[in-house]
Nanobody, 114 residues
Framework: QVQLVESGGGLVQPGGSLRLSCAAA????????MSWYRQAPGKERELVAS????????HYADSVKGRFTISRENARNAVYLQMNSLKSEDTAVYYC???????WGQGIQVTVSS
């Protein structure tokens, strides 16, 4: 059974940091690209970052470049999103995704507010 479970969200002040984690199970994690998406209220879901199977290639949305870092640990079947210098516009539900299997996590709320 393919499963993705996010953790690490919450409330943080502007300028703060959070690290999201995604635990994968039920598929050959190390051979797939992994991605983080987000969806803010009233907006469409957007790609935030993606990472290649070996971690050697990453891609970021322009809005998060230089502030967010995606990484993975294939030995732990885990992918991470380190978010620094958070802004109010980063407030959204964040989803972990493996497009190759069509799997999505349940989503986790990140709220940036003073």
């Amino acid at each position: 059974q393919v499963q993705l479970v996010e953790s690490g969200g919450g409330l943080v002040q502007p300028g703060g940091s959070l690290r999201l984690s995604c635990a994968a199970a039920g598929f050959s994690f190390s051979v797939y690209f992994m991605s983080w998406y987000r969806q803010a209220p009233g907006k469409e879901r957007e790609l935030v970052a993606s990472i290649s199977p070996t971690g050697g290639t990453t891609h970021y949305a322009d809005s998060v470049k230089g502030r967010f870092t995606i990484s993975r640990e294939n030995a732990r079947n885990a992918v991470y999103l380190q978010m620094n210098s958070l802004k109010s516009e980063d407030t959204a539900v964040y989803y972990c995704s493996c497009q190759g299997t069509g799997a999505w996590g349940q989503g986790i709320q990140v709220t940036v507010s003073s």
